[in-house]
């Protein structure tokens, strides 16, 4: 087999892969386009939005997009404008207060030393689990 073969098979298989890629996405988006519904709110509506925080923060692994909630009116979640800190670039600064518990996560191979955080600005009930190690990295001043 010659080498322009070798390439016109392997560009081939290449045009079929990205064929059933493609009509794999088309398949998704007709199923999440028959759920989507248009939300509307009008002036005055109280919304909640799910964010996700940038880089560097600890607490907040999980990714998200902005996804707008309607929900009831809630004084326990609603942190005052002037107690929000953000830095230069914008982004939301949270700082922990207290370790208040540890555990280890068994996995197969591996144990993972697990801390219990209370950020500044919420609640005892809004207590995080977070890496030991990632935890002494960043806020050693907690270990002392």
Known sequence: MGSLEVVQETSSIFDQIKARMKASQDCQKSYADKRRRP?????????????????????????????????????????????????ERLNYIKQPVKIVDRKDKQLRQKVIPLVKVIWKHRKGSDATWESEEEMRKYYPQLFM
Do not use: Q, Y
Request: positive net charge.
């Open 39 to 87: 939300i509307e709110f009008n002036v005055g509506d109280n919304v909640m939005i799910k964010v996700s925080s940038w880089k560097g923060i600890i607490c907040f692994r999980k990714k998200g997009k902005l996804s707008p909630r309607k929900c009831l009116a809630d004084d326990t979640s609603h942190v005052p404008l002037i107690d929000i800190e953000v830095d």
